[in-house]
């Protein structure tokens, strides 16, 4: 049983990322803090100048809520934290900063291009310091 859970959602793949939460609810002591994380990859400034000027906040807005509503579903008390970077660094720098003792991740089936780039997923496997269980 784990204290302290790191579950990371891509918000393209809600469905996947409510398992994991309840995957996390399995392995988590009664008083374990779990941490929902959603990571927003930075948008180049040659392309974020053709947006609406409140796009991306409304779209952080709202991804917040809907995290925030998945972790209500649960009942339980969670965090729910939204971070600007790549994927696997900021999972892993949050997994450090919160002191995690694990990291509940999703693995989408990988194609050709991860066998040579290496998914999200694989990458924190590699770099992570706490447990990492990975989801398929």
């Given at each position: ?95 450090e900063e919160k002191e995690v003792d694990l ?34």
């Open positions: 049983m784990y204290k302290k859970i790191l579950v990371p959602i891509d918000m393209a793949h809600v469905a996947e990322g409510k398992k994991n939460v309840g995957d996390a609810l399995e392995h988590a002591t009664e008083d374990a803090k779990i941490i929902l994380l959603y990571v927003v990859e930075e948008i180049p400034n040659w392309a974020a100048i053709s947006l609406p000027a409140d796009l991306i906040d409304r779209s952080l807005a709202e991804s917040h809520e809907e995290l925030k509503a998945i972790a209500n579903a649960t009942g339980r008390k969670m965090d729910v934290e939204i971070r600007t970077g790549h994927s696997y660094n900021t999972i892993l720098d949050v997994a990291i509940i991740v999703a693995s989408h089936r990988p194609g050709l291009q991860d066998y040579f780039l290496g998914s999200t997923a694989a990458k924190v496997v590699r770099h992570a310091k706490c447990s990492v269980l990975v989801i398929r």
